[in-house]
């Protein structure tokens, strides 16, 4: 199998563990009689991204190499999901402490596979000679296509509302831990001469910050990563809840709530492959204004729509997400990747990883819980109910707001990534 199709098949794998469960887990946790919870099950992802991706990164680029370490993550994040799947499944009554405690375990580690697997393919791309902002793209849209794989499979097999989406999420997650040994070799720093403990360990990714476009473009990236998992959190709870309404419940929309969805993800596979043109010939500020903007829609259309007459604005939030996760989250990691040495690759798309799914995704997913639970609430069948349109248009208006001040803080007019 050649290089390209090995980083494909590791890529489809690496994000179906992740669309297994990402964007159904608060129907599930709302049937569980978790529902006021939403938000710390899915801050627990911004949580250990605070520590794990930077810990594992130091770790693959000092110690164990990157292509084993992301076997390891895996077999031991897809045990405790599979744990937290048998669980759910066994008991009627959930307890919020046993769940979350399996569920948290699995998600430090796999989390940190994220920015992992980004070395792994990086690494391999620059030892064939290939460049990575126009090898990488390709690949990574099947990563996408995993997500949206086991998404509807997820749908399709009924398990939307159930913790089997867990045990789906774990066994495709201990098939990725076996392949992952099989990946090409990414190679470890050798410490030769003097070296500080600093250096040792691998923290002088921090240093980064000491120069002022890489500290703006870092605090940028946690603003722009409370947005991250709002829609994985509350977009399949809040469209279902038009099930709640008899003119909706039989709509599409409403009985097959991930599928609607999954056209988010649909849009990623189109805007991956657009970004070696957007990156050339706009460069990295301009690319992230835009995914800010989109992310400004992408809650609008939500806040104005609904599953019938207005299932039309609900399919252009879903195609504005391409751009809006795309052009943020891949643009930002190909940006870390050229602006950085190689020596500390592995710790800069951790520390990326940290600034973005951990400080920023954990404000932002907890800062949300609040702002649903302040306008909304469940009703007896289960529907989470309320005042959803103020809740989305406040979202957009956070989404505008750090678009104008990126727009004037960002100063650095050369930051184009060219192959």
Not at 103 to 118: C, G
Not at 139 to 154: D, E, K, L, P, Y
Not at 155 to 168: E, I, K, M, R, S
Not at 233 to 238: D, E, L, S
């Amino acid at each position: 199998m050649s290089l390209k199709y090995r980083l494909v098949v590791m890529n489809f794998l690496q994000f179906a563990v992740w669309g297994a469960y990402l964007t159904s887990m608060g129907s599930y946790l709302g049937r569980a009689g978790l529902g006021d919870n939403i938000g710390v099950f899915y801050s627990i992802q911004g949580v250990v991204s605070i520590f794990m991706p930077a810990l594992m990164g130091i770790v693959a680029d000092r110690w164990v190499p990157a292509q084993k370490l992301l076997g390891i993550c895996h077999a031991v994040a897809g045990t405790l999901m599979i744990a937290a799947g048998w669980y759910g499944l066994s008991n009627a009554d959930i307890e919020f402490s046993v769940l979350f405690s399996l569920y948290s375990l699995s998600v430090a580690f796999y989390m940190p596979t994220l920015a992992l697997s980004n070395s792994v393919a990086y690494t391999a791309l620059d030892k064939a000679g290939l460049d990575t902002v126009n090898a990488f793209p390709p690949i990574r849209v099947f990563g996408t296509i995993g997500f949206i794989c086991s998404m509807w499979a997820v749908d399709l097999l009924g398990y939307q509302t159930t913790a089997a989406q867990f045990a789906v999420s774990g066994a495709l997650g201990l098939l990725l831990a076996v392949y992952s040994f099989t990946l090409p070799k990414c190679p470890i720093t050798q410490n030769s001469g003097k070296k500080s403990l600093f250096e040792a360990l691998g923290l002088n990714a921090f240093s980064l910050f000491k120069e002022y476009r890489m500290a703006v473009f870092f605090v940028f990236s946690m603003l722009l990563g409370m947005m991250l998992q709002i829609t994985n959190g509350y977009a399949n709870p809040f469209i279902s809840s038009f099930g709640a309404s008899a003119e909706y419940v039989n709509t599409f929309g409403v009985q097959h709530a991930n599928m609607l969805i999954s056209l988010s993800q649909i849009s990623e596979t189109l805007c991956i492959l657009l970004i070696p043109f957007f990156l050339r010939r706009f460069g990295i500020k301009n690319v992230m204004l835009m995914a800010m903007f989109a992310w400004m829609l992408r809650f609008a259309f939500f806040g104005m729509g609904n599953p019938g007459s207005g299932v039309w604005l609900f399919i252009l939030s879903m195609i504005v997400y391409g751009m809006a996760f795309d052009f943020f989250n891949i643009s930002g990691s190909l940006f870390v990747d050229k602006e950085v040495s190689t020596n500390m690759r592995s710790s800069a798309q951790g520390l990326f990883m940290m600034m973005t799914n951990g400080f920023g995704a954990t404000i932002g997913v907890l800062a949300a819980q609040t702002i649903v639970n302040r306008f909304c609430q469940y009703n007896e069948t289960g529907h989470l109910i309320g005042d959803w349109t103020t809740v989305w248009y406040i979202f957009a208006a956070f989404a505008l707001a750090v678009a104008i001040l990126f727009a004037l803080l960002f100063k650095y007019k050369t930051a184009k990534i060219r192959s």
